[in-house]
C-alpha cells in the first residue's frame, strides 16, 4: 500500500487548502484513512479520520474548521482546512488502517501505512 498526500502550500492567513491523498494497491474501500500533522519541535497530532463505513472521529479543536472526506471511487481522501491560522503551519500527513476493523483511533501507532507528508505553511 502506497500513500501518496498532495495540495500543501503557502497561504495566508484565514485562507483555505484542500490536501488529498491517493491510495495505490491495496483495498482502499476498506481502510480508515486519517490526518495527522506535526509542526516542528511538536509530536505528530491527530486531526481526524473517516472509517471505510464513513464514520468519523475529528480532533475537537480543529472539527469547526476542518473537514474530512473519501471517494471510493478515486481512492482519494481529502482535507479541506478553513480559516487556516499560522498555528496550522505544520507537515500534514495521511495514514491508512489497513486492519479492516470498525473502531477509530487516535494514535499514531494505530496506523501501520503513511504518506510522505504535505506542507502546509500558514503567513500572517
Known amino acids: 500500500v502506497q500513500l501518496q498526500a498532495s495540495g500543501g502550500g503557502l497561504v495566508q492567513a484565514g485562507g483555505s487548502l484542500r490536501l488529498a491523498c491517493t491510495v495505490s494497491g491495496g483495498t482502499f474501500s476498506r481502510y480508515n484513512m486519517a490526518w495527522f500533522r506535526q509542526a516542528p519541535g511538536k509530536d505528530r497530532e491527530f486531526v481526524n479520520v473517516i472509517s471505510w463505513l464513513n464514520n468519523r472521529l475529528e480532533s475537537e479543536s480543529l472539527r469547526d474548521r476542518f473537514t474530512i472526506s473519501r471517494d471510493n471511487a478515486q481512492k482519494t481522501v481529502y482535507l479541506q482546512m478553513n480559516s487556516l491560522t499560522p498555528e496550522d503551519t505544520a507537515v500534514y500527513f495521511c495514514?491508512?488502517?489497513?486492519?479492516?476493523?470498525?473502531?477509530?483511533?487516535?494514535?499514531?501507532?494505530?496506523?501501520?501505512?503513511w504518506g510522505q507528508g504535505t506542507q502546509v505553511t500558514v503567513s500572517s
Open positions: 495514514a491508512a488502517d489497513t486492519s479492516g476493523r470498525v473502531g477509530l483511533g487516535r494514535h499514531p501507532g494505530e496506523y501501520p501505512a
